[in-house]
């Protein structure tokens, strides 16, 4: 999820069911930008200068995974950069992409995901 939209209290409900979901697959090192756990690593885009942190960093057997909450935005372009880069950084980590899906944004998800050709498993969230 892009920063900008991380302040409501949906996006902290979301947050603990996608760590929820996270934990109960048996990740280790688990990392989100919320109390009690550590940051995850930030990336920078050279070009524009913005920053993208994942929502959710996790490893398993020594693999490192990315997971993403979805939520519609205007900045449709930002958000498709976060992901192809987070797409691409899981592969070059030996792990896998992940993006949680809450209810009503799945057609959303998986027209974006389809459309810019994004490596990544879609979880629904309940």
Known sequence: MLKETRTDEKYDEALTKALDIVKA???DDIKCDCDGYDTPAAF???ESETTYIPDITATKND???????AKKTDDEDKLISKWKLLSMMSKIKNGS??????????????E???AHNIEANLIKMS
């Open 25 to 27: 697959k048996g990740f």
């Open 44 to 46: 920078q885009q050279q």
């Open 63 to 69: 693999r490192k995974f990315y997971f993403e909450i």
């Open 97 to 110: 992409f992940h993006i949680l899906v809450p209810y009503g944004q799945m057609k959303f998800t998986r």
């Open 112 to 114: 974006l995901v389809t």
